[in-house]
T-cell receptor, first 116, second 111 residues
Framework: GAGVSQSPSNKVTEKGKDVELRCDPISGHTALYWYRQSLGQGLEFLIYFQGNSAPDKSGLPSDRFSAERTGGSVSTLTIQRTQQEDSAVYLC??????????????FGPGTRLTVT | LAKTTQPISMDSYEGQEVNITCSHN???????ITWYQQFPSQGPRFIIQGYKTKVTNEVASLFIPADRKSSTLSLPRVSLSDTAVYYC????????????FGRGTSLIVHP
C-alpha cells in the first residue's frame, strides 16, 4: 500500500520567505509526527498530532513554526520568515498507535529545505 | 524521559555479527525499547521493538537484560547494505512523550 508521502521533495527559498511543507500519512494512521534533521545530526522532534490535536508543541524551535492537521489526515508544517538555520531535511512519520505509544513509526522521504 | 546513550560509530566486515548496545539507565516501568535504521537521504525505518528478554524478527534480535537498563541490537551476518545509522528509542504510551532519536550509531560495514 501507499506509504507516507511528503511534498515538495526539495524546496529552495530566500531568507524571509514563508514555506509550507506537506505530509500525507498512511490512511487510517491516527498519530503523525514532524521531525527535523540537519546535516550529520540526529532527528529533532518538532510536533506530534493525535488525530487533529497536538498534545505537545514544545519541540517547535520558535514561534515562526506552526503545524496543523485536518480531517485526521494531511498535515502542513509552516515556517514563516525563514532563516538560514532552518535549512534541514524535514521528516514526517505516521503511526497507527494512539496515546503516544512508541510503536512503529512509518517515515516519509522528507523535504529538503534550503534557505539562501 | 529515559535518556539513551549509544556509541557514535562502529565498524564491521561482511558476514560478521554486529551488536550495538544502548544504555538507558533511568528506563521507566512502562517504557518500551525501539530501534530504527536510517540510510542516507531516507527517513528512518523501524527494525524491532521489545520490552524485556529477547525479541527476534527476520531482520534482527533485541536482547534486554532483566534490569532493562540497557539493550543490544544484534544484526546477524551483516552485508554492505547494512551500512546505516541505528537509533535506540525508549518511551511509553503516555500521552505526552517526545521521541528522542539522538545521533544514533553509524555502522560501516567493510568488504
Amino acid at each position: 500500500g501507499a506509504g507516507v508521502s511528503q511534498s515538495p521533495s526539495n524546496k529552495v527559498t530566500e531568507k524571509g520567505k514563508d514555506v509550507e511543507l506537506r505530509c500525507d500519512p498512511i490512511s487510517g494512521h491516527t498519530a503523525l509526527y514532524w521531525y527535523r534533521q540537519s546535516l550529520g545530526q540526529g532527528l529533532e522532534f518538532l510536533i506530534y498530532f493525535q488525530g487533529n490535536s497536538a498534545p505537545d508543541k514544545s519541540g517547535l524551535p520558535s514561534d515562526r513554526f506552526s503545524a496543523e492537521r485536518t480531517g485526521g489526515s494531511v498535515s502542513t508544517l509552516t515556517i514563516q520568515r525563514t532563516q538560514q538555520e532552518d535549512s534541514a531535511v524535514y521528516l514526517c512519520a505516521s503511526s497507527p498507535f494512539s496515546g503516544g505509544l512508541i510503536g512503529e513509526q512509518y517515515f516519509g522521504p522528507g523535504t529538503r529545505l534550503t534557505v539562501t | 524521559l529515559a535518556k539513551t546513550t549509544q556509541p557514535i560509530s562502529m565498524d564491521s566486515y561482511e558476514g560478521q555479527e554486529v551488536n550495538i548496545t544502548c544504555s538507558h539507565n533511568n528506563i521507566a516501568t512502562n517504557d518500551y525499547i525501539t530501534w530504527y535504521q536510517q540510510f542516507p537521504s531516507q527517513g528512518p525505518r523501524f527494525i524491532i521493538q521489545g520490552y524485556k528478554t529477547k525479541v527476534t524478527n527476520e531482520v534482527a534480535s533485541l536482547f534486554i537484560p532483566a534490569d532493562r537498563k540497557s539493550s543490544t541490537l544484534s544484526l546477524p551476518r551483516v552485508s554492505l547494505s547494512d551500512t546505516a545509522v541505528y537509533y535506540c528509542l525508549v518511551g511509553d504510551e503516555g500521552g505526552s512523550y517526545i521521541p528522542t532519536f539522538g545521533r544514533g550509531t553509524s555502522l560501516i560495514v567493510h568488504p
